[in-house]
């Protein structure tokens, strides 16, 4: 295992044809051992820059290191210490889930035996035993982006590219996919660089979170410090009288920032966060204000989101412009 930080990158560029900056000058550093969270919206270079960390796109400027090796003069060394998992990625509908880990087995270099042997262990991992001998045609959605993962692990990569992993899935095949990547965190130390459009996905997973807008990171750190650079917590007063709006406006204005609520309710930036609720309470009464309800909400990864991007995040795509000519071999 090389030494240094497990991605890191430096003025990173992409540019297409007709002088389209899909990647603008990234910068980042992802430890060995983290999971990283890269959010974005439709077009703004995500899936551009993990295709070329993943030495499946070239980058026109700027330097980068995967697992310690330079991404353009050792891409061999990078493939070798990686695991991708796209969400566009080609599988055989008429082979089976352990027939193609043993091929995947076979590709990496490993003996008969030590291939079966490791896609028993991975079929345990991702619960797929009682299906490993099925066509791959045959699987749930939720099943093929487990196969996936297991596809991604069998040469047991130091760092796992994840791109957007639970897009399409239920709720419950999502969260035992969230469930078996803390596992392998926590378990194997494995690197997990995830591209995700769910933001929750990103608050539940990620140590550290980077969104990138325009080609250009634009919001990097851990979700708690991003959601306090938003400001403070929202609470909504939903008013039994909705007549009673104007005056309860009144009240609120000097306890924190008024900002535009739902209909028959007032919303506010509360200073004091939790604490200053009994001060909004006694407020409120002492004005003959009747309240149906409230809610304190503290800022959401949303909020940064639209905070950053000034907008909100969307089902997402290929970023990579249409026009754009193929990697170079």
């Given at each position: 295992m090389a030494d240094g930080p497990a991605v890191e990158t430096e003025a990173?560029?992409?540019?297409?044809?007709?002088?389209?900056?899909a990647v603008d000058g990234v910068d980042l550093r992802v430890d060995r051992g983290?999971?990283?969270?890269?959010?974005?919206?439709?077009g703004a270079g995500k899936s551009t820059t993990v295709r070329m960390l993943a030495t499946l796109l070239r980058p026109t400027g700027g330097r980068a290191r995967v697992a310690g090796h330079d991404?353009?003069?050792?891409?061999?060394?990078?493939?070798?210490?990686?695991?991708?998992?796209?969400?566009?990625?080609?599988?055989?509908?008429y082979?089976?889930?352990?027939?193609?880990?043993?091929?995947?087995?076979?590709?990496?270099?490993?003996?008969?035996?030590?291939?079966?042997r490791r896609a028993v262990e991975l079929l345990g991992r991702v619960d797929l035993e009682a299906a490993a001998d099925r066509r791959v045609g045959t699987y749930s959605g939720g099943m093929?982006?487990?196969?996936?993962?297991?596809?991604?692990?069998?040469?047991?990569?130091?760092?796992?590219?994840?791109?957007?992993?639970?897009?399409?899935?239920?709720?419950?095949?999502r969260?035992?996919?969230?469930?078996?990547?803390?596992?392998?965190?926590?378990?194997?130390?494995?690197?997990?660089?995830?591209t995700t459009q769910y933001l929750e996905e990103a608050d539940q997973l990620a140590g550290r979170v980077a969104i990138i807008d325009g080609g250009r990171i634009v919001a990097e750190g851990t979700p708690r410090e991003l959601k306090a650079q938003v400001g403070d917590p929202t609470l909504t007063v939903t008013l039994a009288d909705p007549e009673q709006a104007r005056t309860a406006e009144a009240v609120l204005r000097p306890l924190g920032e008024l900002i535009p609520g739902r209909a028959g309710?007032?919303?506010?930036?509360?200073?004091?966060?939790?604490?200053?609720?009994?001060?909004?309470?006694?407020?409120?009464d002492d004005a003959g204000v009747r309240v149906a309800g409230l809610d304190l909400a503290e800022p959401s990864l949303d909020d940064v989101f639209v905070a950053k991007t000034g907008r909100r995040l969307e089902s997402e795509g290929e970023d990579a412009p249409p026009q754009a000519a193929p990697a170079p071999a």
């Open positions: 990173l560029e992409r540019v297409f044809k007709g002088g389209i900056r983290e999971v990283f969270g890269f959010l974005g919206p439709n991404l353009v003069h050792d891409a061999a060394a990078v493939r070798r210490s990686i695991g991708v998992a796209l969400q566009d990625a080609a599988i055989d509908p082979m089976t889930g352990r027939e193609l880990l043993h091929l995947q087995a076979v590709l990496h270099g490993f003996s008969r035996e030590h291939g079966r093929r982006r487990r196969l996936d993962l297991a596809l991604a692990l069998v040469h047991a990569p130091e760092v796992l590219f994840l791109d957007e992993p639970t897009t399409g899935l239920d709720p419950i095949s969260l035992t996919l969230w469930e078996e990547v803390r596992r392998l965190n926590a378990e194997s130390g494995t690197t997990v660089f995830l309710a007032v919303a506010l930036r509360l200073k004091e966060g939790a604490s200053g609720l009994p001060a909004v309470v006694r407020a409120l």
